[in-house]
């Protein structure tokens, strides 16, 4: 049988038309070939993603992006087609995370632990992980706020640090290195003196560890002569406070023996002080001369009498 040619033309474009739609449907999303589930989640933002953007859990791809809508409340309405080999938990979590550092983009499964499965044409939830850029961002913004102020220190810095303060940092600098150099010279001079007297270091230090290897031997006579020391000590301290305390009981005694005298009027001042007519006696003799002082001094010629031609005979 002999096909005409209309008849191949006719073959040939019905197949093309057939390609080209399945093509055109591949592109947007959709397998012809293989049974897919659909699944939902609205963002408030797609940065990045477009429709065939790979579905993946874990790395590996499980499906794509198959339509995207803007909502009237200005959130995006995605949808995603998945093969329908794979059970997706109904807590599953639907993530928009970056895939590299341009900014692509692509939809990251996280599979809850739910023992629900979604059913086709479920709504998941919808998270939306910022891209490194993003993340860079405050980073960037921090240290550019650090670098200008390291900049304004550095100009401060650099207006301080003028001609004078280099030549004082430079001579102050010259002053530390002939210090340590003065410094290195006296401690060689020390190694010196010392490797000089290293001997006599040693014979110094032998004989200390002599002297303290007696004490330690002889340590018990020690104790026994410091003992014998403090109680001899302690004899004498009391034996002498005893005799200062029998000679000051001794003494205040006496005192008051002599005071008991006095009070009953024994001796001349305890006359003196009990006996009235002796006191009167005295203060009248008292009297009496005040008197012969006073006439003596009013009347001396009655006392004594001078004469140059010699005496007058009465």
Do not use: C, W
Not at 111 to 120: C, E, I, K, T
């Amino acid at each position: 049988m002999k096909i005409s040619n209309e008849t191949k033309v006719g073959i040939l474009a019905t197949v093309a038309i057939a390609v080209l739609i399945i093509g055109y449907s591949f592109l947007k999303g959709n397998d012809v070939f293989s049974s897919e589930n659909t699944y939902y989640a609205t963002y408030d933002r797609v940065d990045g993603l477009s429709v065939s953007k790979p579905v993946m859990v874990n790395g590996y791809q499980i499906g794509r992006v198959s339509k995207m809508q803007l909502l009237p409340d200005g959130n995006i309405l995605t949808e995603f087609k998945i093969k329908h080999d794979y059970a997706i938990p109904a807590n599953t979590v639907a993530r928009i995370a970056s895939t590299d550092l341009l900014g692509g983009k692509a939809i990251v499964f996280e599979l809850g632990d739910s023992q629900l499965y979604a059913n086709d044409g479920d709504t998941l939830q919808a998270n939306i992980q910022r891209n490194i850029l993003e993340q860079v961002e405050p980073v960037q913004k921090k240290a550019e706020a650090v670098v200008a102020v390291l900049d304004s220190v550095l100009s401060s810095i650099n207006n301080t640090v003028n001609a004078d303060f280099q030549r004082n940092f430079n001579r102050s600098i010259a002053s530390i290195a002939n210090t340590l150099n003065t410094l290195e010279h006296t401690s060689a001079q020390v190694d010196a003196i010392v490797g000089t007297q290293r001997t006599k270091l040693a014979n110094i230090l032998s004989n200390v560890e002599s002297i303290s290897a007696n004490f330690k031997n002889n340590n018990e006579k020690i104790n026994n002569i410091l003992g014998n020391l403090n109680t001899v000590t302690d004899q004498v301290a009391k034996a002498n406070f005893q005799q200062t305390i029998s000679n000051a009981n001794a003494a205040v005694a006496d005192f008051q023996n002599i005071i008991d005298n006095i009070n009953n009027g024994k001796g001349s001042v305890g006359l003196l002080l009990n006996d009235d007519k002796l006191y009167d006696n005295l203060n009248n003799a008292s009297k009496n001369l005040d008197n012969l002082m006073i006439d003596l001094k009013q009347n001396p010629h009655r006392y004594v009498h001078f004469s140059i031609f010699g005496r007058k005979r009465d």
